[in-house]
């Protein structure tokens, strides 16, 4: 054989193993292929292939690892078992670009499955090579090596810890300063799944200057980029009063509040979880955000959004009325309650629901006031309802029940307290009928509209336990009226005529 004919040999040898590389790569991207793939032992195949001589086999081959294990933890494990990792780890800090970023798109495909497999990932010494990626000259590999950190670190504060002990965080700070918007996202993402298991964690990245930066991009035209620089503010700021003060000396009031005015679902609700988790410490910083005009910011927005995009908003008017009586008031002067009650009444999910009663019953438990800000709109029939339906969750029966309770418990207007002298369990008609033994004491009128409406009728049908809570409620309430109305309470009639002579006798 002449030369040419031998080396025509080898390359119909690199033209298959490039076209069956491709192929599987292709073939990756589809599910109904994945188990026959797997069953034909691709894996060992493209193993081998990672060695090949030829680097845009091995590009192809780590691509086509990557999509595999994607697609579900079997297949990540398969490549933990096969010791594939190693050979990508020690090909990562020698190869060209393109096959760093097919190697991280590889270990990002195993890591984000589970715990496990992140630490497998760690335990090959994936961590301090991927933090080399970050200073990379291209940016599509700091991004690949970004999104394997995020997967890492995203599943438990150990995993996060070794992160940072690689040296990651001052390095992903340097990345959301970068002119390339994903490569911003992604490294704020990264900074969001590494502060949000501790404060210890959120400390190092305050620590690494990453607040200051992320707040001046809040305003940035990229949504994506928002909804991630929001979550990696609220992260920082859920763990501890210093962290969420750091978070607002960085001068996000009233800038973050014109996020809650976007068209992206994503980006309204992260601004609300960020107000939420600033509100939620203590008096002062809640007063901060009514200053701001977060309270009235947060009413609109739950207003012009649906389902979970409601919620954080939901639970931070909650967190603020729960501080103080002046803080509750705020909300109520903002129309808070009315909102608060559409969305009890109108939204489908009971968690949504839930949280709706239990901010609720933080505005309604403070005084008389408050208790009939809430009670005017109607709110208490709609908690009671919650309360008794079977089709309610556990949750939702225990919150209704809290809420009502509170704003009974502070409730004297009676028109709002009166249906529930027919509707209500034994548990509830308790604090109700104690709340008319409070008021009609005082006010004669209401003594009156008590008798006309039917309602010292009801009070005498209750079957209450002789010496009971109840028993004492009832007698206050008949010590209110001239023994004839309450024993001749039958008929009706007879009680009526019996009360209008009452009421002219000087």
Same mark, same amino acid.
């Given at each position: 054989?002449?030369?040419?004919? !031998?080396?025509?040999?080898?390359?119909?040898?690199?033209?298959?193993?490039?076209?069956?590389?491709?192929?599987?790569?292709?073939?990756?991207?589809?599910?109904?292929?994945?188990?026959?793939?797997?069953?034909?032992?691709?894996?060992?195949?493209?193993?081998?292939?990672?060695? @090949?001589?030829?680097?845009?086999?091995?590009?192809?081959?780590?691509?086509?690892?990557?999509?595999?294990?994607?697609?579900?933890? /079997?297949?990540?494990?398969? !490549?933990? #078992?096969?010791?594939?990792?190693?050979?990508?780890?020690?090909?990562?800090?020698?190869?060209?670009?393109?096959?760093?970023?097919?190697?991280?798109?590889?270990?990002?495909?195993?890591?984000?499955?589970?715990?496990?497999?992140?630490?497998?990932?760690?335990?090959?010494?994936?961590? @301090?090579?991927?933090?080399?990626?970050?200073?990379?000259? @291209?940016?599509?590999?700091?991004?690949?090596?970004?999104?394997?950190?995020?997967?890492?670190?995203?599943?438990?504060?150990?995993?996060?810890?070794?992160?940072?002990?690689?040296?990651?965080?001052?390095?992903?700070?340097?990345?959301?300063?970068?002119?390339?918007?994903?490569?911003?996202?992604?490294?704020?993402?990264?900074?969001? @799944?590494?502060?949000?298991?501790?404060?210890?964690?959120?400390?190092?990245?305050?620590?690494?200057?990453?607040?200051?930066?992320?707040?001046?991009?809040?305003?940035?035209? /990229?949504?994506?980029?928002?909804?991630?620089?929001?979550?990696?503010?609220?992260?920082?700021?859920?763990?501890?009063?210093?962290?969420?003060?750091?978070?607002?000396?960085?001068?996000?009031?009233?800038?973050?509040?014109?996020?809650?005015? /976007?068209?992206?679902?994503?980006?309204?609700?992260?601004?609300?979880?960020?107000?939420?988790?600033?509100?939620?410490?203590?008096?002062?910083?809640?007063?901060?955000?009514?200053?701001?005009?977060?309270?009235?910011?947060?009413? /609109?927005?739950?207003?012009?959004?649906?389902?979970?995009?409601?919620?954080?908003?939901?639970?931070?008017?909650?967190?603020?009325?729960?501080?103080?009586?002046?803080?509750?008031?705020?909300?109520?002067?903002?129309?808070?309650?009315?909102?608060?009650? !559409?969305?009890?009444?109108?939204?489908?999910?009971?968690?949504?629901?839930?949280?709706?009663?239990?901010?609720?019953?933080?505005?309604?438990?403070?005084?008389?006031?408050?208790?009939?800000?809430?009670?005017?709109?109607?709110?208490?029939?709609?908690?009671?309802?919650?309360?008794?339906?079977?089709?309610?969750?556990?949750?939702?029966?225990?919150?209704?029940? #809290?809420?009502?309770?509170?704003?009974?418990?502070?409730?004297?207007?009676?028109?709002?307290?009166?249906?529930?002298?027919?509707?209500?369990?034994?548990?509830?008609?308790?604090?109700?009928?104690?709340?008319?033994?409070?008021?009609?004491?005082?006010?004669?009128?209401?003594?009156?509209?008590?008798?006309?409406?039917?309602?010292?009728?009801?009070?005498?049908?209750?079957?209450?336990?002789?010496?009971?809570?109840?028993?004492?409620?009832?007698?206050?309430?008949?010590?209110?009226?001239?023994?004839?109305? !309450?024993?001749?309470?039958?008929?009706?009639?007879?009680?009526?005529?019996?009360?209008?002579?009452?009421?002219?006798?000087?």
């Amino acid at each position: 054989m002449s030369q040419r004919q !031998v080396l025509q040999v080898f390359e119909q040898y690199q033209k298959a193993r490039t076209q069956f590389v491709q192929m599987v790569a292709e073939l990756a991207t589809r599910p109904q292929n994945i188990e026959t793939l797997q069953n034909a032992g691709v894996m060992s195949l493209l193993r081998t292939l990672l060695l @090949d001589v030829v680097p845009t086999i091995q590009q192809t081959a780590a691509l086509a690892l990557g999509r595999l294990a994607n697609y579900n933890d /079997d297949l990540a494990e398969a !490549v933990v #078992k096969c010791d594939i990792l190693p050979q990508l780890v020690y090909s990562l800090a020698e190869q060209n670009r393109f096959y760093k970023k097919a190697a991280a798109f590889v270990l990002r495909a195993v890591g984000k499955h589970s715990p496990q497999l992140a630490q497998a990932i760690v335990d090959c010494g994936a961590l @301090d090579t991927l933090v080399i990626c970050l200073e990379d000259f @291209d940016p599509g590999v700091k991004e690949a090596a970004a999104w394997a950190l995020r997967y890492i670190a995203r599943h438990n504060a150990e995993l996060s810890q070794a992160v940072v002990d690689a040296g990651a965080v001052p390095l992903l700070v340097l990345c959301i300063q970068e002119p390339e918007i994903a490569l911003k996202r992604i490294a704020a993402s990264a900074l969001s @799944d590494i502060a949000k298991h501790s404060p210890e964690l959120a400390q190092t990245v305050v620590d690494a200057g990453a607040v200051a930066h992320l707040a001046q991009m809040i305003l940035n035209p /990229d949504a994506k980029l928002k909804h991630q620089i929001l979550s990696a503010l609220s992260q920082v700021s859920k763990h501890s009063v210093d962290l969420a003060e750091m978070v607002v000396e960085a001068e996000i009031f009233p800038v973050v509040l014109t996020c809650l005015k /976007d068209k992206d679902e994503y980006v309204k609700k992260n601004a609300s979880t960020l107000i939420r988790e600033i509100a939620k410490h203590t008096p002062e910083l809640s007063q901060l955000v009514v200053n701001a005009g977060g309270v009235a910011a947060v009413i /609109d927005c739950i207003g012009s959004c649906k389902g979970n995009t409601r919620l954080p908003g939901i639970m931070m008017l909650g967190y603020v009325a729960a501080h103080s009586e002046n803080l509750a008031m705020a909300v109520i002067i903002s129309k808070g309650v009315p909102q608060l009650s !559409v969305c009890l009444s109108e939204e489908p999910e009971d968690h949504i629901k839930a949280a709706a009663a239990w901010a609720l019953g933080q505005i309604g438990r403070h005084t008389p006031e408050h208790a009939r800000a809430v009670a005017v709109t109607n709110a208490l029939p709609v908690l009671l309802s919650l309360y008794m339906s079977t089709e309610s969750s556990e949750d939702l029966q225990v919150k209704s029940k #809290k809420a009502i309770k509170n704003i009974l418990q502070k409730c004297t207007y009676l028109p709002a307290l009166e249906p529930f002298l027919y509707d209500a369990p034994p548990n509830i008609l308790k604090h109700v009928v104690g709340q008319f033994s409070k008021v009609l004491p005082h006010d004669s009128k209401a003594r009156r509209l008590f008798v006309t409406s039917g309602g010292l009728k009801k009070v005498q049908e209750i079957k209450a336990e002789p010496g009971s809570l109840l028993q004492e409620y009832i007698n206050s309430i008949n010590n209110c009226y001239p023994e004839e109305i !309450v024993s001749k309470f039958f008929p009706e009639l007879q009680v009526c005529a019996l009360f209008r002579k009452f009421m002219r006798t000087p």
